[in-house]
């Protein structure tokens, strides 16, 4: 099981940017599939961004055309650029790959 640390969350004006970060305990180049998810108050959690060898990202439709996932297999890290941020956003965010998840990161975007 590969270990996942998370980084980069804040606190953020609405329509700023953040970048998260998520570092893996050993190399991700055999994870074919990987992925940011997210938790809000009182609410389920829920598949934000993920990107898939092979294929095209897939996003979230609260996220499209504002949020891009990125891998860099060199780096052992997966990234979330998150752009044109709205208070909606705030939440706890996960990264995940396989059956591991990190701790996750706090983002919160003030009105």
């Known amino acids: 099981q590969v270990q996942l640390v998370e980084s980069g969350g804040g606190v953020v004006q609405a329509g700023g940017s953040l970048t998260l970060s998520c570092t893996a305990s050993?190399?991700?180049?055999?994870?074919?599939?990987m992925g940011w998810y997210r938790q809000a108050p009182g609410k389920q959690r829920e598949r934000v961004a993920v990107?898939?060898?092979?294929?095209?990202?897939n996003y979230a439709d609260a996220v499209k055309g504002r949020f891009t996932i990125s891998r860099d297999n060199a780096k052992n890290t997966v990234f979330l650029q998150m752009n044109s941020l709205k208070p909606e956003d705030t939440a706890v965010y996960y990264c995940n790959m396989a059956i591991s998840w990190g701790q996750g990161t706090q983002v919160t975007v003030s009105p």
């Open positions: 990107i898939t060898t092979g294929s095209m990202p």
């Open positions: 050993r190399s991700i180049a055999s994870f074919n599939s």
